[in-house]
């Protein structure tokens, strides 16, 4: 005897589908009997596999919510910790009194294990590894001193002693420029004896706005 019905493929089933989408809501006892795959190899209902995608975006949200709130909590450190910094210079007064608010929070704040505030100084009379010439800072630091951005890296013993003398050692750096109305008057750098610790792909924002709250701060005379 002949079968006479209509022969069904795949394809026939698919475009049934999604030229009605709300098949299956109207017929829910066929959700039940969908066998669809699963990672582990076993077949489960469409059901199931429902509640398995909706419990998995679940966990991905709490993972998100919880990153956001992560990062919301370092930002609020980071501010806290800027606004300390920004008001103890505020309130120093002169140029040695600057300096030690400086490296006293970057280093109890930032948690900072090397920092330095050296001056620009061209007259080279003044005896102070704080007091530098300009031209000697570029020669010694060309990789990481310049005019646009703080530069981060790595450093030779006698390049990390120059910035941070006395620690005469293998580390990194990271180095903005402090500067008003173009002129450059000196430095502020952050070192690590771990070389890896400051290298070219960091961030220098925080640094760089210390630097500029520097410069509005420091007397002209610091310039030499």
Same mark, same amino acid.
């Given at each position: 005897?002949?079968?006479?019905?209509?022969?069904?493929?795949?394809?026939?089933?698919?475009?049934?589908?999604?030229?009605?989408?709300?098949?299956?809501?109207?017929?829910?006892? !066929?959700?039940?009997?969908?066998?669809?795959?699963?990672?582990?190899?076993?077949?489960?209902?469409?059901?199931? $596999?429902?509640?398995?995608?909706? $419990?998995? $975006?679940?966990?991905?949200?709490?993972?998100?919510?919880?990153?956001?709130?992560?990062? @919301?909590?370092?930002?609020?450190?980071? *501010?806290?910790?800027?606004?300390?910094?920004?008001?103890?210079?505020?309130? @120093?007064?002169?140029?040695?009194?600057?300096?030690?608010?400086?490296?006293?929070?970057?280093?109890?704040? *930032?948690?900072?294990?090397?920092?330095?505030?050296?001056?620009?100084?061209?007259?080279?009379?003044?005896?102070?590894?704080?007091?530098?010439?300009?031209?000697?800072?570029?020669?010694? !630091?060309?990789?990481?001193?310049?005019?646009?951005?703080?530069?981060?890296?790595?450093?030779?013993?006698?390049?990390?002693? *120059?910035?941070?003398?006395?620690?005469?050692?293998?580390?990194?750096?990271?180095?903005?420029?402090? #500067?008003?109305?173009?002129?450059?008057?000196?430095?502020?750098?952050?070192? #690590?004896?771990?070389?890896?610790?400051?290298?070219?792909?960091?961030?220098?924002?925080? !640094?760089? *706005?210390? @630097?500029?709250?520097?410069?509005?701060?420091?007397?002209?005379? @610091?310039?030499?």
């Amino acid at each position: 005897m002949t079968d006479d019905r209509p022969t069904v493929d795949e394809d026939d089933i698919r475009d049934f589908l999604v030229q009605n989408p709300d098949y299956l809501q109207k017929n829910p006892e !066929l959700l039940g009997l969908l066998q669809i795959p699963h990672a582990s190899g076993a077949a489960v209902s469409l059901v199931e $596999r429902q509640v398995s995608v909706l $419990r998995e $975006r679940n966990v991905d949200l709490r993972h998100r919510l919880r990153d956001l709130g992560s990062t @919301a909590r370092d930002n609020d450190q980071l *501010f806290s910790d800027t606004r300390t910094l920004v008001l103890a210079l505020l309130d @120093a007064e002169g140029p040695t009194a600057l300096e030690e608010a400086l490296l006293k929070v970057l280093r109890d704040e *930032f948690d900072v294990e090397y920092a330095s505030l050296t001056s620009f100084d061209d007259t080279g009379e003044q005896g102070d590894p704080r007091r530098v010439a300009e031209s000697q800072a570029r020669g010694r !630091l060309a990789g990481l001193l310049n005019n646009r951005s703080a530069g981060c890296g790595p450093l030779r013993a006698e390049e990390f002693e *120059f910035l941070f003398p006395g620690a005469k050692l293998l580390g990194s750096a990271a180095v903005a420029l402090i #500067s008003r109305d173009g002129k450059a008057l000196g430095m502020l750098a952050v070192g #690590s004896s771990d070389a890896a610790q400051y290298d070219s792909n960091m961030g220098t924002l925080f !640094l760089e *706005f210390a @630097a500029e709250v520097i410069a509005r701060l420091m007397p002209p005379s @610091a310039s030499g």
